[in-house]
């Protein structure tokens, strides 16, 4: 089973590019990532889910290198709003892991 | 609003009560999964339904857990005999027919036990 891992936390300034990475050493060959936000009392919102090498959308992009164990989601010109925990999701057919959350700390 | 809904949001019990929680998906949704998150952590995968079956409860936390769906629509999770450690944020999610896991979440439903 694909236990995934992210840093704790992460702070930057306003306008600047974030790149937040989860470690998914075991990830099965069905297996898809998805990345979430999450603010308080709120479920977690999707961001951005990708397979394997670059996904882009409005708000994000996703990396993926060839043997699929990381995956790095990129938020560009972040702003206060985006102030938040970020998660990813390693998901199969009969399995789902979150990792812990990654706290984004956006600061003026 | 026609996305994930949950009730109740907040629910407050005794320990030894009986408890359920509704989740009412995205209509045509066929996938319906729940989750608990305890603070701090990510969502913890609990179980899931395709249409009314369950296909994975393994995850389930101990035999005072269940689930159903019985017409493939909206869901309940029952937590029988709580316990303190029981408390947390209930989940529940939605992804669509042929779509591999773009789960949509609802806003959870959360149980303090006292």
Redesign the interface.
């Known amino acids: 089973l694909a236990k ?1 891992t992210q840093p704790i936390s992460m702070d930057s300034y306003e306008g600047q590019e974030v790149n937040i990475t989860c470690s998914h050493n075991n990830i099965a060959t069905n297996d ?1 990532i ?1 990345w ?1 936000q999450q603010f308080p ?6 961001i951005i ?1 990708g397979y394997k090498t670059k996904v882009t959308n409005e708000v994000a992009s996703l990396f993926i290198p060839a043997d699929r164990k990381s995956s790095t989601l990129s938020l560009p010109r972040v702003s206060l709003s985006d102030t938040a925990v970020y ?1 990813c ?1 390693v ?2 057919y ?8 990654t706290r984004l700390t956006v600061k003026p | 609003d026609t996305g994930v809904s949950q009730d109740p949001r907040h629910k407050i019990t005794k320990r030894g009560q009986n408890v359920t929680f509704r989740c009412d998906p995205i209509s045509e949704h066929n996938r319906l999964y729940w989750y608990r998150q305890t603070l701090g952590q990510g969502p913890e995968f609990l179980t899931y339904f395709q249409n009314e079956a369950q296909l994975e409860k393994s995850r389930l936390l101990s035999d005072r857990f269940s689930a159903e769906r019985p017409k493939g629509s909206f869901s309940t999770l029952e937590i029988q005999r709580t316990e303190q450690g029981d408390s947390a944020m209930y989940l529940c999610a939605s992804s669509p027919r042929g779509g591999v896991n773009i789960q949509y979440f609802g806003a959870g439903t959360r149980l303090s036990v006292l």
């Open positions: 995934t898809y998805t979430y009392s709120q479920g977690p919102r999707f889910q998660y999701l998901a199969g009969n399995d789902m892991r979150f990792g812990a959350g």
